[in-house]
């Protein structure tokens, strides 16, 4: 039998999640499965699994010592090495986190933070660099996250094991632009509550193919295509599956030259891809974009540019906070009149 306390850092998580970030080879059934048979207890009471743990709260788990270290991953590789299960654990997870160390290092330079709070971190994502890991140890924000934190010394292997800071608002790879964090649990939970309930407004710089009439909202379908990594949108429902999406549109400028608009594009619905699928739905192609986009005009226009003309710009948090960025320079070099930004 083992015992944990909650903190400052896991109030406010469920038992479930709490139990199942310090078992993580355990399936959810299992912890399911001790929890009616009061083999999880909080406070030496019978608990729910959907209980929102408070500080101080002691979590007991009745499993003998050896099903624990085999649920929490201490007994891997037992076969290949005579360290103890402990000392295995530790110099994997040393391994880990230098990983993360080393990647905030590499881009600490190129990753700009807008705004920041105790729980909460905004920062300004460069293009080409993914939201979210792809495979093990590439470079991608939330493994920055992690390592800034780490350097900082605001987090460490004990508390990584429960609470586990994350990239709440993702954008595609070659997207630029604001990324919303959760430092700590009660970040992650106001987040994702935003995000869910959608009181986060989101806001994005976006130049298109065209002169564009687009004013006040569009709707749509949108249907995703995993095995080809792309979406499909329609004016009408899909016969099977498929979202109801909603963008928002304000025109900023336009250059009828070069036959391209600036709009200011709310993400109403945060579906993949959605303003690049629905802008090229409606005929007016994001700049820059080679899966959605124009790439004969693209040519013509942006002479082997390469960018995505795509900016996440304002995020206004439901407290009433507005976080804006820059506008970057790519969209000013395109139209000399952004007065409205």
């Given at each position: 039998?083992?015992?944990?306390e ?11 999640t ?49 099903r ?43 990753i ?29 924000l939330?493994s ?8 900082r ?29 959760g ?9 994702a ?5 959608r ?9 298109v ?19 080809e ?11 099977t ?50 899966k ?11 002479k082997?540019d ?14 009433g906070r ?7 320079e ?12």
């Amino acid at each position: 039998m083992r015992i944990y306390e909650a903190d400052e850092n896991t109030e406010g998580m469920k038992v479930l999640t709490f139990v199942s970030r310090l078992l993580p080879k355990a399936p959810g059934s299992l912890i399911y499965r001790c929890i009616r048979q009061k083999k999880i207890k909080v406070n030496k009471k019978r608990t729910e699994a959907g209980y929102r743990l408070k500080a101080g709260d002691e979590v007991s788990v009745w499993l003998d010592d050896e099903r624990l270290r085999e649920l929490s991953g201490e007994g891997d590789g037992a076969e290949l090495s005579s360290e103890s299960p402990a000392d295995r654990n530790l110099h994997d997870s040393e391994e880990e986190y230098g990983l993360y160390v080393r990647i905030y290092r590499d881009l600490k330079d190129r990753i700009p933070v807008i705004s920041e709070d105790r729980d909460i971190i905004v920062f300004d994502k460069p293009a080409g660099l993914l939201s979210q890991s792809a495979v093990y140890g590439d470079e991608n924000l939330n493994s920055f996250l992690i390592g800034l934190l780490l350097e900082r010394g605001e987090t460490g292997p004990e508390l990584l094991r429960t609470v586990r800071p994350a990239v709440m608002s993702r954008l595609d790879r070659n997207t630029t632009g604001l990324v919303l964090c959760g430092k700590t649990i009660s970040g992650e939970q106001y987040l994702a509550r935003a995000l869910r309930d959608r009181s986060l407004k989101k806001y994005y710089l976006a130049a298109v193919h065209g002169i564009t009439r687009l004013s006040g909202s569009e709707e749509a379908w949108l249907l995703k295509d995993r095995k080809e990594n792309r979406v499909r949108v329609s004016g009408k429902p899909f016969k099977t599956g498929g979202y109801r999406i909603s963008t928002g549109f304000e025109r900023i400028s336009a250059d009828r030259e070069k036959d391209i608009s600036l709009l200011k594009v709310e993400l109403k619905t945060g579906r993949p891809h959605q303003i690049r699928a629905h802008m090229a739905f409606l005929g007016h192609p994001v700049l820059g974009d080679p899966k959605y986009g124009d790439r004969e005009r693209d040519r013509k226009l942006l002479k082997g540019d390469g960018r995505l003309y795509l900016h996440s710009y304002i995020e206004e948090l439901p407290d009433g906070r507005k976080i804006k960025t820059e506008v970057p320079e790519r969209f000013l070099t395109l139209f000399e009149e952004t007065g409205k930004l």
